[in-house]
């Protein structure tokens, strides 16, 4: 008789908190754990969008880490827009870039304002000063909206003058075209 092994989110996430038992070692079990999640099946949405809430509201940026990389395993959608939104305005965690991107896949008019502030005050990380990858990534995620009001604010983004702005907006042109 053949039977298929349920997934246990659980014991999954008891793993996943364990970490790679040798970080450098790629045969490590551990590297193998996101092809075990049923991946794009939104199964543990209201879990996951708990977890988020609770990280944001403890200010715990490893827990903020775990649940947001799991819920887009799982499949992002717009339930998940306002922890997003929250968490972009937030300053005490490092993964902005992350939720920028997780922005530009949903690619929601509501995430415009959001991405436009993010864009205009986001401090870059010490080194990534010169390139600007938040700021780019802000840029990308307003193009892709592409609504008018996301167009207009990446006008605005553009007449700041910054050249990083700019060559991503070269980069869209060029490839739309």
């Not at 604010?153 to 980069?171: A, D, F």
């Amino acid at each position: 008789m053949f039977w298929k092994r349920t997934f246990d989110f659980d014991k999954f996430q008891k793993r996943f908190d364990e970490g790679p038992r040798d970080p450098l070692n790629q045969r490590d079990p551990f590297w193998s754990l996101s092809d075990q999640y049923p991946r794009e099946k939104k199964l543990y949405k209201e879990r996951l969008r708990g977890m988020i809430a609770s990280a944001i509201s403890k200010e715990n940026d490893r827990d903020l880490n775990k649940a947001l990389v799991l819920a887009s395993w799982d499949g992002l959608d717009l339930d998940y827009a306002d922890l997003l939104k929250t968490a972009l305005r937030l300053e005490w965690h490092y993964r902005h870039e992350d939720i920028v991107l997780y922005m530009d896949q949903l690619r929601d008019e509501t995430f415009t304002e959001d991405l436009f502030s993010a864009a205009n005050n986001h401090k870059e990380y010490e080194g990534d000063e010169e390139l600007q990858p938040f700021l780019r990534k802000c840029v990308r995620a307003l193009w892709a909206i592409g609504t008018p009001r996301a167009k207009e604010l990446v006008q605005r983004l553009v007449e700041t003058g910054n050249p990083n702005v700019q060559i991503v907006v070269t980069v869209f042109k060029d490839y739309n075209q």
